[in-house]
């Protein structure tokens, strides 16, 4: 027998670059210390390396996957990134709501 739940958090995929436009690499520590606030604020959360383009540039990245309900969560994930490692913009997905069964 499958159960039906349905959740009203919306989906979200960020990827962070970790090209600096002014020189510089975020490097794993850095990200680490970065990834402390992601814990703090989401309740779980998916990451994987990738590769990515920005501006015709090949760059490692960070891609990550979560839930939230409300987006400026994710506006504030995103503005401290940004701040941190004086990057242009950071990707952002929102896709509906998982239904799980």
Do not use: C
């Not at 990200?31 to 760059?59: A, C, F, H, P, S």
């Not at 940004?82 to 952002?92: L, R, W, Y």
């Amino acid at each position: 027998m499958l159960a039906f739940v349905y959740t009203n958090e919306m989906q979200v995929q960020m990827f962070f670059g970790r090209n600096i436009p002014t020189g510089g690499y975020v490097d794993d520590q850095a990200w680490q210390q970065y990834q402390v606030l992601l814990d703090k604020i989401l309740d779980g959360m998916t990451i994987l390396d990738g590769i990515g383009y920005w501006k015709g540039q090949q760059e490692k990245m960070k891609v990550v996957s979560t839930s939230v309900e409300h987006e400026d969560t994710v506006e504030n994930l995103v503005t401290v990134y940004k701040q941190m490692f004086n990057q242009d913009s950071v990707a952002v997905q929102y896709m509906p709501p998982l239904q799980f069964y």
